[in-house]
């Protein structure tokens, strides 16, 4: 049975939507180590040469910043070394993680039986609040259409949770960790699949989310 010994909250800013065509501009971590009951913050502006215009409006990074970043490369190793001096087994959390932010990123050691969707599990708690009898979970729920607004803006008004710095990935990154932690006490686990044999998260120990 799998115990996390925190929580990795992943939040991008990119210059358009296609990992293909697109590129990385700003990296976002909140971290939680669940040993130490610290949080930790990694937070990175990536030098991508052109910014567009428009998405300094939406992110307010501007060219001068994106020129004063670093390598995607270096932010990458720094990132890994970030995550992993501190967590051994760390849960992998973001808002549309596994369909925006991990194809952009490409982590190795990000498994997706270790992900927690908080766009997903949102929708996938939205699907069973008006389907009585219908057990949505994080896999059902990518392929889920319904009416509720699932942005990160959204359930960020939801859950009453304060928006210091939208569209910048480290205060996204500390809001999806929040709207985790809420989603978490609202629902538990259930609506949490990370494999077909539904590995459970412990909830005794001191390593405990």
């Not at 180590?33 to 409006?57: L, Y």
């Not at 910043?65 to 990458?76: C, I, Q």
Request: charged letters at 25%; aromatic letters at 10%; proline letters at 3%.
């Amino acid at each position: 049975m799998r115990i996390y010994d925190g929580v990795v909250s992943i939040d991008l800013e990119t210059t358009g939507f296609s990992p293909t065509k697109n590129k990385i501009l700003e990296i976002g971590v909140y971290l939680f180590d669940a040993k130490t009951k610290e949080f930790h913050v990694f937070e990175r502006v990536i030098n991508v040469g052109k910014v567009p215009s428009h998405i300094t409006k939406i992110t307010g990074i501007s060219q001068a910043e994106a020129n004063g970043g670093v390598k995607l490369k270096l932010a990458l190793r720094e990132l890994k070394s970030f995550i992993f001096d501190r967590l051994e087994n760390p849960l992998f959390v973001g808002h549309n993680l596994i369909k925006f932010d991990l194809p952009f990123i490409n982590l190795p050691y990000v498994a997706p039986r270790h992900v927690y969707d908080t766009m997903l599990i949102e929708r996938a708690i939205h699907a069973n609040e008006i389907k009585r009898t219908f057990h949505a979970t994080q896999l059902d729920a990518q392929t889920y259409r319904g009416n509720a607004v699932v942005n990160l803006k959204m359930c960020s008004k939801r859950y009453k949770i304060e928006q210091k710095d939208a569209h910048r990935a480290g205060d996204d990154a500390r809001v999806t960790f929040e709207v985790f932690v809420n989603q978490i006490k609202k629902i538990g686990w259930k609506l949490f699949i990370v494999s077909q044999k539904t590995e459970k998260i412990q909830e005794k120990g001191s390593n405990q989310i």
